[in-house]
């Protein structure tokens, strides 16, 4: 039986390798719990100082299973330390461009020149230092710049939601797939 249906060359459905998707349901449901965590306290949460961050939070769970390539482990370090570079990156854009407006440059040039140099920067240094300098930063980058007025300002939240959302989403999810392979393993050798 053939698993996999193609169009042209093109994969559009397959079937899963044995055991992925009762993990992936697994994970799906830790998600799940900590969203409705997230937004019962939502009310409760401060809106204003420090406070975690919808976004922040989780969208280190999206980056820390879209590398696939990394181990949990790397994948652990990669989206912390990556998901913090490309938040201070953001902060000394933010900077960079209101000196440069001081100066005299108009508001688009001030942007756009740090900008293109941190977005090289990302690029050009990933080779060298992938846990620091790789996608997981440019995500994090682009999304600063949602409210691109209050950067600087929102820094501190961004960074707690980024390391709240890296330890409990992240860790938690790994554990829970380190779990459910050993004890599909354990079945194996009975």
């Given at each position: 039986m053939n698993q996999t249906k193609e169009i042209k060359g093109t994969k559009i459905l397959q079937k899963p390798?044995?055991?992925?998707?009762?993990?992936?349901?697994?994970?799906?449901?830790?998600?799940?719990?900590?969203?409705?965590?997230?937004?019962?306290?939502?009310?409760?949460?401060?809106?204003?100082?420090?406070r975690v961050v919808n976004w922040a939070f989780f969208i280190s769970v999206a980056v820390f299973f879209l590398q696939e390539e990394l181990t949990y482990k790397e994948r652990f370090w990669h989206t912390l330390?990556?998901?913090?570079?490309?938040?201070l990156l953001a902060a000394g854009v933010s900077l960079c461009a209101k000196?440069?407006?001081?100066?005299?440059?108009?508001?688009?040039?001030?942007?756009?020149?740090?900008?293109v140099v941190i977005i090289g920067v990302l690029i050009l240094t990933r080779p060298f230092i992938p846990m620091f300098f790789n996608d997981v930063g440019f995500v994090?980058?682009?999304?600063?710049?949602?409210?691109?007025?209050?950067?600087?300002?929102?820094?501190?939240?961004?960074?707690?939601?980024?390391?709240?959302g890296s330890i409990i989403l992240n860790l938690g999810a790994s554990a829970i797939i380190t779990v459910y392979k050993k004890q599909r393993a354990k079945k194996k050798m009975k």
């Open positions: 390798p044995k055991g992925k998707l009762p993990a992936l349901c697994l994970v799906f449901l830790w998600i799940a719990l900590w969203n409705i965590i997230f937004q019962a306290l939502h009310d409760v949460m401060p809106h204003e100082g420090l330390c990556g998901g913090a570079v490309g938040l000196a440069l407006m001081g100066l005299g440059l108009s508001h688009f040039v001030a942007v756009c020149v740090p900008l994090y980058l682009i999304c600063s710049f949602i409210e691109s007025d209050k950067i600087i300002a929102n820094l501190p939240s961004h960074l707690l939601s980024l390391i709240l």
